[in-house]
């Protein structure tokens, strides 16, 4: 039950696109289609942005986008606004538990 | 309006015990798995423990095995988290989650409550 990898932060300018990775191995990420994408404004409780790599919630702009290759996942923020600051966290299903990334922050610059 | 709310946290003494609650409303809470994750102060997420819909199925992550207990009520849309020889690295405020599966869980949690904090300090 090791952490996700992610890179500790990241940063854009409004409009511009940024992706964050979340590396696993095949016993997580690359061993099922059961990742998900978290955004979490300080204070706040996580809210769900993505889900099954690349399916998004009712209500999620279509400016976040998900994919994945092999065993790492990248979550995608398209025409970044001043609201998307916030801490991203990706998770995976590891069989019979779920395993979390540590973590990124994202600026807007 | 679906929501998750949380209670039963507190301070307490390494060793010691608590009970946490988390009451569920606006949806079907029996066709949903339930998770509890935590973050500790400053940190990330981690998951702690899962239960399936009926009940019959928990699991748990290795630095809580043996110590915490997942429970759920279906009768009474409740979900519970005995916590047992608490720790200091046990601090965290403490989310129940729902599974955004019906029945058979993918391990995406679209609905979370606010948290309740445990502190485990002498």
């Known amino acids: 039950q090791s952490a996700l990898t992610q890179p500790p932060s990241a940063s854009g300018s409004p409009g511009q696109s940024v992706t964050i990775s979340c590396t696993g191995t095949?016993?997580?990420?690359?061993?099922?289609?059961?990742v998900s994408w978290y955004q979490q404004h300080p204070g706040k409780a996580p809210k769900l942005m993505i889900y099954e790599v690349n399916k998004r919630p009712s209500g999620v702009p279509d400016r976040f986008s998900g994919s994945m290759s092999g065993n790492t996942a990248s979550l995608t923020v398209s025409g970044l606004q001043a609201e998307d600051e916030a801490d991203f966290y990706c998770?995976?299903?590891?069989?019979?538990?779920?395993?979390f990334g540590g973590g990124t922050k994202l600026t807007v610059l | 309006e679906v929501q998750l709310l949380e209670s039963g946290g507190g301070l307490v003494q390494p060793g010691g015990s608590l009970r946490l609650s988390c009451a569920a409303s606006?949806?079907?809470?029996?066709?949903?798995?339930m998770s509890w994750v935590r973050q500790a102060p400053g940190k990330g997420l981690e998951w702690v423990s899962v239960?399936?819909?009926?009940?019959?199925?928990?699991y748990y992550a290795d630095s809580v095995k043996g110590r915490f207990t997942i429970s759920r009520d279906n009768s009474k849309n409740s979900l519970y988290l005995q916590l047992n020889s608490l720790r200091a690295e046990d601090t965290a405020l403490y989310y129940c989650a729902k599974d955004l599966g019906v029945v058979v869980p993918i391990d995406a949690f679209d609905i979370w409550g606010q948290g309740t904090m445990v502190t485990v300090s002498s």
């Open positions: 095949s016993s997580d990420v690359g061993g099922y289609y059961y």
């Open positions: 239960i399936n819909a009926g009940g019959e199925n928990t």
């Open positions: 998770s995976s299903s590891a069989g019979s538990s779920v395993v």
């Open positions: 606006g949806f079907t809470f029996s066709n949903y798995a």
